[in-house]
């Protein structure tokens, strides 16, 4: 048996320093949906998600709560990884930067980098963003003076220091993405990362003296490694970078670094020139999405418009959620979420297109032929037509994937929903069933009905993980489910001649909005 091709997918990891919000669970779902159309198509895929724990900031929330910053985090990320426990995420390795695997490879790599000369002790002063980890120049900061990511206040900060020299990296790196156009995308991130070196880049303080919630540097202990330079680190740690060779060659390069857009900056720039300091590939891409805003605003707990994804999941289902983050937003652009069109999405596409095909599918089924299937004879012009949209919809929807396009392939596999309801009401099977001399034919459109949906039920898997292990099992089969391969619907008619089908259940109750 040939080898699978290895695709090694990372979120970014996130703060623990709150509660998630729906931006972050948007990030993670779009990885993983990618993640399991991977899986699907063939790949051996290694998803990561995971946790970043260090830096002032948790330290002082774990202070101000009385606790220490471990007892402080190991709260929170139980808490994220129960969240994407209810929203199906994949993932095959959550990493910590408080583990002990972590520790010992930032470390190693700290030294490492330190050894060759790249490395040095200076002196600092800068103007530091506290929540945002970040040192500004005063030219960065906003027109107020503050800082530009978040618009908090900055701070004077000096302080003995460890740099790195990424000065050296600056010209290596702007010809490597000049080169690899598909190293940042989408291509306006990449003009403005160009832009941005540009200007030219200075070397980086990569380490703190004024709190100790951090790696300590191996050889000067009262510093800290700087929370990116730990943080990015965590993309070499699960895949075994100077502890297992076989795994790293495996899986590094990444092939997606996915990551909202405000850290694309940290993801090309400062890991680009930390990856080429230490003599490996950098990650095909690094993608940065857009941001989710609430009814047109940006999420904030002042304006108390954050929402929060557990009571969403708990009250819609994590199906509908992620269906909905996935076909309302296109990858790479800002989204909007809004209770109305959500519910608008439930009502018309899931609980209407998707639910009321299977249901009536299955009755038909159940009705005409006692749910038991016949391939062969009867096959007309729409049948034919039906057919082809299939093989359409599936070769279309698989390069609009493999083009990250996640919400144009969902509308490709919604199209071929709509166009199977369509189908019913021109073969009117109803009408089929009255008329003896129709029989074939009338198998012939229960047969491609249950086809399209054991189609359909493979193309939304990705997307909507549980309601097509159900469409599966409604339609009666037995296969395992988790081992189901794009590669099974690449031909049309692979449900057996005598097929049973299953019975229906309700996929998506209609939401009834109460008019006030
Ligand atoms: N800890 C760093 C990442 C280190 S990766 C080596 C971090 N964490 S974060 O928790 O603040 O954010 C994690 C991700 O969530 C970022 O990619 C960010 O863009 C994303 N989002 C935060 N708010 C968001 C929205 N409102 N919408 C979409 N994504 C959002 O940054």
Redesign the pocket.
Known sequence: MSEKTPFYITT????PSAKL?I??A??TTVADTIARFKRLAGYDVFFLTGS?EHGQKIQQAAEKEGITPIQYVDRIVASFQELWRLLGISYDDFIRTTQPRHHELVQDIFQRIYDQGDIYKGAYTGLYCTPCESYWTKLQLDENGCCPDCHRPVQEVSEEAYFFRMSKYADRLLAYINEHPDFIQPVSRRNEMIAFIEQGLEDLCVSRTSFDWGIPVPFDPKHVVYVWFD??T?YLTPIGYMHDAEKFNKYWPADVHL?????VRFHTIIWGCMLMALGIDLPKKVYG?G??VVDGAK?SKSVGNVVDPIALIEEFGADAVRYFLLREITLGQDGNISRDTLIGRINSDLANDLGNLLHRTLSMAKKYRKGVLAKGAGRTDFDAALEEMAAATVADYTAQMEQMELSAAIKTAWALISRTNKYIDETAPWTLAKDEAKTAELDAVLYHLVETLHIVSVLIAPFMPTTARRIHEQLGFTSDFDAVQLADIAAWGTTPDGHTVGTAEQLFPRIEVEKA
């Open positions: 970014p990891i996130y703060y919000h931006g972050h948007y990030c970043d943080a990015l965590n990551v909202g857009k405000e850290i999405h941001w989710l999420m």
